[in-house]
């Protein structure tokens, strides 16, 4: 089983100007040394208007952080108003690209075809899909987590070979969490990973154990290094504490 390098993604959502992300981008490269990428890969996932800034400023710089998208069409190209392609993309050489977030799942109809489609395109543009899947708290309360998660991951990674699926992310981020301070206790989120790994194991198997699966919810300096000192937590998915590049940077050291 290779090792796997933990992922520390920041989703900025709908936050941060072009001119504010190369701002937050820069203050996050001071405030990290060699020992944090060399022990952790940072991405951040800024807004579609500040991806070339951000691009430039990485490249231009010589930071060592990768470029991360929130969302994407799953076409190529053609008369899609409004939408944005893995080409466009990958052109920016953005390498991950968020697919089937909970808050596209619920604000913006998202279905379980539609996040599938998006791995695919994702994966032929040469990107990395980090596949978001979490039960709402009505689910949790009622038992139905592990059977809810099961099918999501399911209907993401059916019939997907395992060479494919091997260069996938899984962001494992229960809904009640996101956005509300109150994060998964570790054992619970290192249990429900557990479950996603072992549905990984039926359906791709032999790369199951190589794939990393990363929590997220609520995911902040004060939480980080017991979530990550969990065996089956890959890393973190951070929303509201990677804006501020100290906080963000503070995570990413309790990582290592
Ligand atoms: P949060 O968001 O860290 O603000 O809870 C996480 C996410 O939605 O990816």
């Known amino acids: 089983m290779a090792e796997r390098k933990p992922l520390m993604a920041g989703n900025w959502k709908m936050h941060h100007t072009h001119l504010e992300a190369i701002q937050v981008v820069q203050k996050l490269s001071y405030r990290l040394e060699k020992q944090d990428y060399d022990d952790v890969e940072v991405v951040v996932c800024p807004a579609f208007t500040a991806l070339r800034s951000v691009q430039t400023t990485l490249e231009g710089d010589r930071i060592p952080i990768g470029l991360g998208a929130q969302n994407c069409y799953f076409e190529t190209q ?7 392609s893995p080409t466009m993309l990958a052109k920016l050489h953005v390498q991950y690209v968020i697919v089937g977030h909970s808050e596209r799942r619920e604000l913006f109809g998202e279905t379980d075809e539609i996040v599938a489609k998006k791995l695919r395109a994702v994966l032929a543009a040469e990107m990395q899909p980090i596949v978001c899947v979490g039960e709402s708290l009505a689910q949790r309360e009622a038992g139905e987590t592990d059977a809810f998660v099961t099918s999501q991951v399911h209907a993401a990674f059916e019939k997907l070979p395992a060479d494919k699926a091997a260069r996938c992310v899984i962001a494992y981020e229960p809904i009640w969490a996101i956005g509300t ?11 429900t990973i557990g479950v996603i790994r072992s549905t990984l194991r039926d359906i791709v198997s032999g790369t199951a154990d190589d794939m990393r699966i990363v929590y997220g919810g609520s995911m902040k300096p004060g939480n980080a290094a017991d979530l990550m000192a969990m065996p089956e937590i890959d890393g973190g998915l951070v929303g509201g504490a990677s804006l501020d590049p100290d906080d963000f940077a503070r995570i990413i050291r309790y990582s290592r």
């Open 181 to 191: 301070g109150r994060n998964a206790t570790p054992d619970d989120a290192n249990a």
């Open 78 to 84: 053609g008369a899609f108003t409004g939408e944005v």
